[in-house]
């Protein structure tokens, strides 16, 4: 299943970008640690792509710490980029991000010259709660739901510091299949987007092979973490189900509630730190992912050109 997700507002986001980069200084694009590529928007980087631009590996608190520095390196090997991590709930470090954005756009500051920056990000990435944070009050509405901020909103962080936020977007289509699974169990998808239990058992197969201990342990399951590793994806969802009492009658599981379980418990870290990608990863997906795109456009061509007829030769050569 290809999840995707572009409601109305999402189109309106990405007007209003167009139309503000212009007079913007730097851009912060806020990341989930947990997901940092899945979680970047490719169609953001079209629209800004000559800005400086700020990668902030938000929830960081959540992710792998040693996943979250291969990814702070993969970004600041970039150009005219930089990468921090943070949780956006803690004022010293979300404070590093006026600090940043200086030093990328160093002849910006001052009332003649002030700083301006536009800060995007996926939905329910915590650009609302970050904003709350910086400017020292409930500025932005918060909630544990893709989609809260749905207006473009002007933040007066200093007297030369004016920051935008945007409400959360994703994009029209997302190519990388992988990236959709996850963004779907981080909460950046709307619910009626997806289904809920194939989205667990996909979280459940990545996160027994990497992360095998920290499961058994969360839910009790009396196992080693090589025969966690080894479980069918079907049948840990099922075992997961039955300890945390998530049943049926005659002892069936109701796998969606098991489902809902083994996906909150990643949203909120009780399952442990986790990053559910390394930068090798999403290079081999993102390269798989342009691949088939690349043969659906060109089948899409050829079921077009055959619905049109060659043009009739000239009777006269």
């Given at each position: 299943m290809?999840?995707?997700w ?5 189109h309106?986001?990405k ?5 503000r980069?212009?007079d913007?200084d730097?851009v912060?694009?806020l ?5 940092p590529?899945?979680s970047?928007?490719?169609?953001l980087?079209?629209?800004t792509g ?6 902030v590996?938000?929830?960081q ?8 520095q291969?990814?702070l390196a ?5 150009p ?15 404070r590093q991000?006026?600090?940043?954005c200086h030093a990328l756009a160093p ?5 003649a ?13 915590g650009?609302s709660?970050?904003?709350n944070?910086l400017?020292?009050?409930?500025k932005?509405k ?12 002007r933040?007066t962080?200093?007297d030369?510091f004016?920051?935008w936020d945007?409400?959360?977007m994703?994009?029209p289509?997302?190519?990388?299949a992988k ?19 194939e989205?667990?058992l996909e979280?459940?197969d990545?996160?027994k ?5 920290g499961l058994a342990a969360r839910f009790?399951l009396?196992?080693?973490?090589a ?9 840990l969802l ?5 300890k945390?009492g ?5 002892g ?5 509630k098991a489902a ?5 418990a990643?949203?909120?870290g009780?399952l ?6 390394t ?5 081999a ?6 691949q088939?795109d690349a043969?659906?456009r060109?089948?899409k061509e ?10 009739a030769?000239?009777a006269?050569t």
């Amino acid at each position: 299943m290809a999840i995707q997700w572009f409601p109305g507002h999402m189109h309106l986001t990405k007007k209003a970008i167009g139309e503000r980069i212009k007079d913007i200084d730097v851009v912060i694009e806020l990341l989930d640690a947990r997901l940092p590529a899945s979680s970047a928007n490719p169609m953001l980087a079209e629209l800004t792509g000559h800005k400086p631009g700020l990668k902030v590996l938000n929830k960081q608190d959540l992710a792998d710490p040693e996943r979250t520095q291969q990814w702070l390196a993969h970004y600041n090997a970039l150009p005219d980029t930089r990468a921090i991590g943070l949780d956006a709930s803690q004022t010293t470090p979300a404070r590093q991000l006026v600090e940043a954005c200086h030093a990328l756009a160093p002849n910006r500051g001052g009332m003649a010259k002030p700083m301006r920056v536009l800060i995007c990000g996926i939905p329910n990435v915590g650009k609302s709660t970050l904003i709350n944070t910086l400017a020292g009050g409930r500025k932005a509405k918060t909630g544990d739901e893709a989609g809260i901020t749905k207006l473009e909103q002007r933040i007066t962080l200093a007297d030369d510091f004016y920051l935008w936020d945007t409400p959360g977007m994703l994009w029209p289509r997302i190519i990388v299949a992988k990236s959709g699974y996850n963004l779907a169990a981080s909460g950046a998808v709307g619910r009626n987007a997806f289904d809920d239990e194939e989205v667990a058992l996909e979280l459940l197969d990545y996160v027994k092979r990497h992360y095998a201990k920290g499961l058994a342990a969360r839910f009790k399951l009396d196992l080693d973490a090589a025969t966690v590793a080894d479980m069918q994806d079907e049948e840990l969802l099922d075992a997961i189900g039955r300890k945390r009492g998530a049943l049926l009658g005659k002892g069936r599981v109701n796998l969606q509630k098991a489902a809902e379980i083994v996906m909150h418990a990643f949203r909120d870290g009780s399952l442990g730190r986790i990053t559910l990608e390394t930068p090798e990863e999403f290079a081999a997906w993102l390269a798989e992912g342009e691949q088939l795109d690349a043969e659906r456009r060109a089948k899409k061509e050829a079921r077009s050109g055959k619905g049109k007829r060659a043009p009739a030769a000239d009777a006269g050569t």
